[in-house]
Each structure stands twice: as structure tokens, then as C-alpha cells.
């Protein structure tokens, strides 16, 4: 189910009457959160619920068996056991093709015959981030950094929450499951603040996304032309509009829809495209797997423990992870290669010639991030390395004679909102919507909602996916 | 921070203006209408009905011109059963053909309108791919789709601001559609902005029902005229497309044998045409090199509105469409045409 759908505002009015109706104790409020959380997705393919049951009971019974055994070996085996289940469900539904492919092209290569049919397998919606997801709580057990869930309802539910069950933020087990434990109840003002987040996020999707950026950048990365220099730039940013208001988008709706159940899910997008370079910006932009991957994979594989030179390694497998992460194609692989390359170089600049930020230089480094990081989004949205290849010198100016195929009108769109979208992130960069909110009039506040809620009523929305769910 | 306050305020704005919206674009009835969007959710459900037909049924497919040209609830009352009608407006029938031989097992009759335009077009157009889309919906949606589509129906029919279709060359009331109107003529750009405007609405049957204002204003319908004259004199000719149509006529050509191998029959119809639509089609397609060598190869029956009256009595207001009456007499004419053996079911 979409948020931005009408059936889900069926969906969240039942769940909302049922939560806070006094008919049900505490418990059977969390077994209808958790019924709900599965109709959420079953509603979309009523099978693969049972992927996430069988990650939930792995995992239950994982953490169950860490919190208690005492011998390393088995330790291991139970630990080991969740990550084949998790990272085999990955490797099949999300890998499968992939490999299949690579594994094609390698034996073909040395001259052996095989082609096999690719594999007719439907990707489980949200399947990376619910598997990371009950990962963490298997390794944070076993590293024995968090307590084991009290009951299997509060596992199920911390797995399945439908808010977040899809596109994240990816919950740590500490920050979600013990606020299952005693009864939560949104006061009024947390319920009309999650009501505005739920606005805000819909407003980011359907009206900005969708509506305003979706076209030009898939017109642009759907052509097979060799691009102008300003086509090529619009349909960059455009992409760069659309993929950033589609995340903190789901983002924000899901720290909304929580909200106004009393829950509270941490900040997934802090203005990132006013980052102060790529640490900066990896701190703002899908936080929680940044801060997954630094803590389960670039500290486990030495992080800055071992000197410099390991920690580039780790930094650039982390980065190429990542990459692959979002997605089984070697185009990832560079998106996140550039970032683990930026990454480096950035932490060779600060060594080697350190400069102090100013408010002057502080935006001009913003906009110098701003830039790299959209010569990686061309990796991220080609399909094919050609058209990144074709998009690159096309930005570069390499491209003289490169077709014009966007309308001078959809050119200016794209240049004002992404110019807009960068100065709000850089005017919010240090403080908050909450915060800024607090200083707005209640009038201003609600003429800005209520634009928001009618241009979502015009945009009418197609239902058009989320784009991590795809991931 | 008053969120109360705000939240109100949010309320009252956000009604108002939504009322404000609604009722000026209801002022414009001449252009507008509630009706249910024939979109591929509607259309869906329509298909739907194939899984369960019999050698007697019937489905249609087609463009836009078996959309208006038909009305199943005639078709319904003369041949005593109502059509499936998978026909629609703006996509080649050509992948609903595929889906129904290669997806059911039906058996019975699909009477094919042509539109040379549209049938005769390779599967590279994009209007094709547009239409496999719509038939891959068919087979791929979802338990949450069906519901926010019976959600949305009864608002779709009564609200005109919810006026948007998937094609992008109405003049629809959705905020891309209003966006895309702007135009700034600057460095040669190319201009994109073909919106047609809205000149029908549709019934829960799909039938197309063209607005009664095409044929008693005259200048509404040379407005649709005009836009048709915004692409048809830059079709391509003949020469230039012939190499194209062994493969397409081929292609075809499997599918029908297939679906006759296993006992289904096939008619083809080719609708009425008027003034610029019918010279434009015939410099691209004409009927000897094209059409009758189709029908030859095919071995269907076929019907072309140049070999029958009936067919070509009436007046176009557009130049390529029925209006709702003319749709009626057509339709009773068609099928006392296909009664005799050609339709599985006998007439009344």
C-alpha cells in the first residue's frame, strides 16, 4: 500500500479510530497495529508476508538464543544463521538476476557455453530495509548492545511497524521496541504535528516529485540522444529534485503516521544538499543507513582503528556496499564508488590542506558538494552505462552539438525549484522544522498547510511508486 | 506554536479553496463533465469479464473511433448480449489482441475496429508500449490498487476537478496537465504543448459519449479539427512507411491464425473517416497496398466503410468520431450486418 494512495487514507483512519477507541487492552492493540502492519503489505502481494514472518521468527529465535548462550561457537552459528536467512533473501529475490548474469558473462567469456533464461522473480517491496532491519537487532545481540525484545508481539510489531516497514527509516531495536512496552497515546499537539508531517511528506512526493521533476528527468534519461549541455544539466537536477523529495517524502510521512500514534522515529533526512562535503552529507542523507553501514560494516571491518590505509579500504568497501545496496547493477557499484572516492579524497583535504569554513566559503563548498554529488546521481539513474556516459560529457560542455529535447519552460522549472530546494536546505542546514515552526505565526503556518493539502488535491497523484521502494 | 489553531485555519482554507476549484471548473460544463476516467483500472475490470466468456461472446477492440462508433448498450439490446468492450481511446488494439490470444482461452468473437493509424503502427510506437501497460495492469495489480479504485470512483464521479487522463494530450485538470500548458519560446525549443480538448465523457461500460456540444456548435468541433490539423498533414507518406508493413501485416498475421486454430473468430472493421483524417490515412496507408492486402492475407471477414452505405451515411463533426446518436443507428446497423453467421449468438 502507498501512502500516497487513497486507500491508504482508508487504512490510517481505521487503524486510527481502532488505536485510540477504547475497545482493545494494550496488547490487542499492538496485535491490531501488527494485523494492520501486515494487511499494509499483504496488500500489495499476500505471499510474500511470509518472507517477513520467516525473517521475524529467525531472528526472534536468533536473538532469544544470543541473549542466553554463553558459548562463542554457538554464538556464532546463531548469529550466522540470521544473516544466511536475511542476506540469502536478499541475495535471492534482489541478487538473483544479477549474479545469474555476471556469472553468464564470466563463463562466457572464457568460452563456455551457457545461457541460461533469466529468472522470473518479483522483488519483495522494502526487502533491504526490513532484512537490515531485524539484522541489527540479531548483531546488536550478539554483541550484546541491546536487551532482547519481551515479547514476540513487540519483536513482530518492531519488524513489521507498517510506517516505516517499507522504506525505512531502518529502526534500531533500542530505539523502537521499548517504546512498544507501556501504552503510547499521542498527545493532541504530537497528533496535529504528525498530521502536518503527513502533509509535508505527501506534498514532497506527489507535488514535487511527481508532478513537478518525475517527467524531466525521465524524459531526459529515457532519451537514447546525445544531450545538450543544458538538457543534460536539467535532467540531472531534476533527478536530484525528484530522488530527494520522494525519500525524505516517505521519510517524513512515516515520522508523521508515528507520530500520531504516539510513536517516535528518528530523522531520516537532515537538508542534505546543503552538506558541507560527503561526511557532512552522509550525515544528513538517509541517515539511518549511513549510520547502519558505519556501524555494522565500516567499524567491523576496522573503521580508522588500523591506520590510514585500511581505513580508505574499509571506507570504499562500505561505500560500493552501499551502493549495491540501493540496487543489483554495476551502475550502483559506481555511485557508490564515487562517494567511497569523495569520501577519501575529502578526508586527504583535511589533512593535508585544512581550511577553516566561514559563512562565505560554507556556501560555496555546499555548492561544490551539491555539483559532485549530481555527477553521481547520472550513475544512479542510468540504466545503462552509455547514458551516464553520454549525460557526463554532456554536463562537461563536451557536447556541442548535443540535441535539445527539453521545452526552455521545463528548463526554468527545474533550475528554480532545485535553486529553491538548495537555499531552504541551506538556510534549515542548522536548525529544524520544529524549531522554525515554533517562531511561525499559526496563520502563516495554516494558509502554508492548506496550500500544501489543495495543491496535493490538483496533483491528484497517479499512485506512482516510491522510489526506494524499489531498494 | 498553536497547532490547533493552525490546523483550523489549514481546515477552513483548505475547503474553501477546494470548493472555489471545483465550482469554476464546473462553470466550464461545456468542456468538463464528472464521469468515471476510463483509465486502466476501469478498463481492468472490463477485462476481467474475458476469463469467464464463452464462444458466444463478444469482445471489441479498437481505438477511439470503436469507442464512440459502438455503443454496447445498443449492441446489447439488438443482439441480445453485451459485448466486452476492451476497445481504447488514444492505443493500437494490437497488444490487447496478444493479450487475449496468448493470455485466455477464449474462443468466441473479437471484432477488431481499425484505425488505420493506429493498427498499422509498429510495435516500437510508444502508444504501443502505452497499451501494453495497460494490459501487463491487468495481469500485475494489486488487492491495494482495486481498493483505492473502488475508493475513487464515486468521488471521480462527481467531482469535474478530478478531470485527468492518462493521456497527455487532453487539456485534463490535473496540476501537470495545467503546468504543461506554459510555453516560453526561447533557443528554438521544441514545443510539446498538444492538448486536445476534452469532447466526450464515458460510461461505466466505457462507451465514449461525445459531448453533445461537437455537433450543435460548429466551432467547438473545428477546435478538435484544428488539432488533428497539428499532426495529420506531417504524417509521413506511403513511401516512407512501406517497408514497415510486410513485417507488421506479419506479425498480425500469427496472432489471428493462433486464435483461429483454436476456434475463435475474428472480424474486422475498418470505421468511417471524413475530409482531412480520411486523406491524410489513405496518402499514409491506402487501402490497396495496405488494408486489402491485410484482409487478403488474414482471411477474416472484414468490413471497409468504402464498400458499404451504412457505413459512411454520416457526418463527422471532427472528422474521425460518432456522435452518441449516429453511434446507436451505426451500431444496430453493424451488427443486422454480422448477424447472419457471423456472430456466434443470434440475433433477436
Redesign the interface.
Known amino acids: 500500500?502507498?501512502f500516497n494512495?487513497?486507500?491508504?487514507?482508508?487504512f490510517l483512519l481505521i487503524v486510527l479510530i481502532l488505536y485510540y477507541a477504547k475497545l482493545f487492552s494494550w496488547t490487542n492493540k499492538k496485535r491490531m497495529l501488527l494485523f494492520a502492519s501486515y494487511v499494509f503489505y499483504?496488500?500489495?502481494?499476500?505471499p510474500l508476508v511470509i518472507l517477513l514472518w520467516i525473517s521475524t521468527m529467525v531472528d526472534w529465535i536468533a536473538g532469544n538464543k544470543l541473549a542466553k548462550e554463553e558459548n562463542q561457537k554457538n554464538r556464532n552459528l546463531w548469529l550466522l544463521l540470521s544473516m544466511s536467512v536475511n542476506l540469502g533473501f536478499l541475495a535471492f529475490f534482489k541478487y538473483g538476476n544479477f549474479l545469474l548474469e555476471n556469472f553468464t558473462a564470466l563463463v562466457n567469456s572464457i568460452d563456455i557455453y551457457y545461457h541460461p533464461q533469466k529468472m522470473d522473480i518479483i522483488l519483495p517491496m522494502g526487502i533491504s530495509f526490513y532484512t537490515f532491519q531485524t539484522m541489527s537487532y540479531t548483531i546488536d545481540m550478539y554483541n550484546r548492545k541491546t536487551q532482547p525484545a519481551k515479547t514476540f508481539l513487540d519483536f513482530a510489531l518492531y519488524v513489521t511497524f507498517f510506517p516505516q516497514l517499507v522504506a525505512g527509516p531502518i529502526v534500531r531495536a533500542g530505539d523502537l521496541i521499548s517504546q512498544f512496552y507501556e501504552e503510547k497515546k499521542a498527545t493532541?499537539?504530537q497528533f496535529?504535528?504528525g498530521?502536518?508531517l503527513l502533509t509535508i511528506g505527501l506534498f514532497q512526493k506527489v507535488?514535487m516529485a511527481d508532478?513537478?521533476l518525475a517527467?524531466t528527468a525521465d524524459t531526459v534519461f529515457g532519451s537514447d540522444k546525445v544531450l545538450n549541455f543544458w538538457d543534460a544539466w536539467s535532467g540531472t537536477l531534476a533527478f536530484s529534485g525528484q530522488i530527494f523529495f520522494d525519500f525524505a517524502g516517505y521519510s517524513t510521512c512515516a515520522i508523521g503516521i508515528a507520530l500520531m500514534l504516539g510513536m517516535v522515529l528518528p530523522d531520516n533526512f537532515r537538508y542534505p544538499y546543503a552538506a558541507l562535503g560527503f561526511s557532512d552529507l552522509w550525515n544528513r542523507w538517509h541517515i539511518s543507513l549511513s549510520s547502519w553501514l558505519r556501524d555494522y560494516l565500516y567499524i567491523p571491518l576496522g573503521g580508522n582503528r588500523y591506520g590510514v590505509t585500511r581505513m580508505y579500504a574499509a571506507l570504499m568497501i562500505t561505500m560500493l556496499l552501499g551502493g549495491l545496496w540501493h540496487g543489483a547493477a554495476w551502475t550502483f557499484m559506481v555511485w557508490g564508488g564515487l562517494h567511497g572516492v569523495y569520501l577519501i579524497l575529502e578526508k586527504l583535504q583535511k589533512r593535508y590542506i585544512p581550511f577553516k569554513i566561514t559563512m562565505w566559503n560554507g556556501m560555496f563548498l555546499a555548492f561544490v558538494t551539491f555539483t559532485c554529488v549530481n555527477f553521481t546521481w547520472v550513475f544512479f539513474r542510468a540504466r545503462e552505462f552509455k547514458t551516464a556516459w553520454n549525460m557526463i560529457t554532456s554536463m562537461l560542455f563536451l557536447n556541442a552539438d548535443g540535441e535539445?529535447?527539453?521545452?526552455?519552460?521545463n528548463?526554468?522549472?527545474v533550475c528554480v525549484l532545485v535553486g529553491l530546494m538548495f537555499i531552504c536546505h541551506w538556510f534549515m542546514r542548522n536548525t529544524s522544522l520544529k524549531e522554525v515552526?515554533?517562531k511561525?505565526s499559526?496563520?502563516v503556518?495554516?494558509?502554508v498547510?492548506?496550500?500544501m493539502?489543495?495543491?496535493i488535491?490538483?496533483?491528484?497523484g497517479?499512485?506512482e511508486q516510491f522510489i526506494y521502494f524499489q531498494f | 506554536m498553536n497547532l490547533q489553531k493552525s490546523l483550523l485555519i489549514a481546515i477552513v482554507l483548505s475547503i474553501l479553496s477546494l470548493v472555489a476549484w471545483e465550482g469554476y471548473w464546473r462553470s466550464k460544463y461545456e468542456y468538463y463533465k464528472a464521469s468515471l476516467e476510463d483509465d486502466r483500472y476501469l478498463w481492468a475490470k472490463e477485462r476481467a469479464k474475458v476469463e469467464t466468456a464463452t464462444k458466444e461472446d463478444v469482445i471489441i477492440i479498437g481505438s477511439s473511433r470503436t469507442g464512440f462508433n459502438f455503443n454496447t448498450h445498443i449492441w446489447e439490446a439488438v443482439q441480445g448480449i453485451k459485448p466486452i468492450n476492451l476497445s481504447t481511446d488514444g492505443k493500437p488494439p494490437g497488444p490487447f489482441l496478444d493479450d487475449i490470444v496468448y493470455n485466455t482461452s477464449f474462443n468466441g468473437t473479437i471484432i477488431v475496429g481499425i484505425t488505420s493509424l493506429m493498427w498499422f503502427s509498429s510495435k516500437d510506437n510508444p502508444r504501443w508500449s502505452d497499451a501494453k501497460k495497460w494490459a501487463d495492469h491487468y495481469h500485475n495489480q494489486t488487492y491495494a490498487q482495486k481498493l483505492g479504485y473502488f475508493i475513487s470512483k464515486p468521488l471521480q464521479r462527481n467531482l469535474v476537478m478530478l478531470t485527468s487522463s492518462e493521456l497527455k494530450f487532453y487539456n485534463d485538470l490535473d496540476l501537470k496537465s495545467l503546468i504543461n500548458t506554459i510555453y516560453f519560446d526561447i533557443d528554438g525549443r521544441p514545443d510539446y504543448r498538444f492538448k486536445l480538448p476534452n469532447f466526450s465523457s464515458h460510461d461505466e461500460d466505457r462507451n465514449l459519449i461525445m459531448f453533445p456540444i461537437m455537433t450543435a456548435n460548429p466551432d467547438f468541433a473545428k477546435q478538435i479539427q484544428e488539432v488533428w490539423n497539428q499532426f495529420l498533414p506531417y504524417l509521413p507518406d506511403f513511401d516512407v512507411v512501406k517497408n514497415e508493413i510486410p513485417a507488421i501485416i506479419n506479425n498480425y498475421l500469427v496472432v489471428i491464425n493462433d486464435f483461429k486454430a483454436r476456434g475463435g473468430n475474428i472480424i474486422f472493421i475498418e470505421h468511417y473517416a471524413e475530409d482531412e483524417w480520411n486523406k491524410h490515412s489513405n496518402r499514409m496507408l491506402p487501402r490497396k497496398e495496405v488494408w486489402d492486402r491485410f484482409v487478403a492475407t488474414a482471411n477474416c471477414l472484414a468490413y471497409h466503410f468504402e464498400d458499404y452505405e451504412f457505413m459512411s451515411k454520416y457526418t463527422l463533426p471532427d472528422w474521425s468520431h460518432m456522435n452518441s446518436e449516429d453511434a446507436k443507428s451505426y451500431t444496430k446497423d453493424m451488427i443486422n450486418q454480422l448477424k447472419d453467421g457471423h456472430l456466434t449468438k443470434k440475433t433477436n
Do not use: E, H, R, Y
Open positions: 500500500m502507498l494512495s487513497l486507500s491508504f487514507v482508508v499483504g496488500l500489495w502481494n499476500p493532541i499537539n496535529i504535528w498530521l502536518f507535488v508532478t513537478l517527467d535539445k529535447i527539453l521545452q526552455s519552460f528548463i526554468i522549472k515552526s515554533l511561525t499559526p496563520w503556518l495554516g494558509i498547510w492548506a496550500f493539502f489543495l495543491l488535491a490538483i496533483a491528484q497517479s499512485g
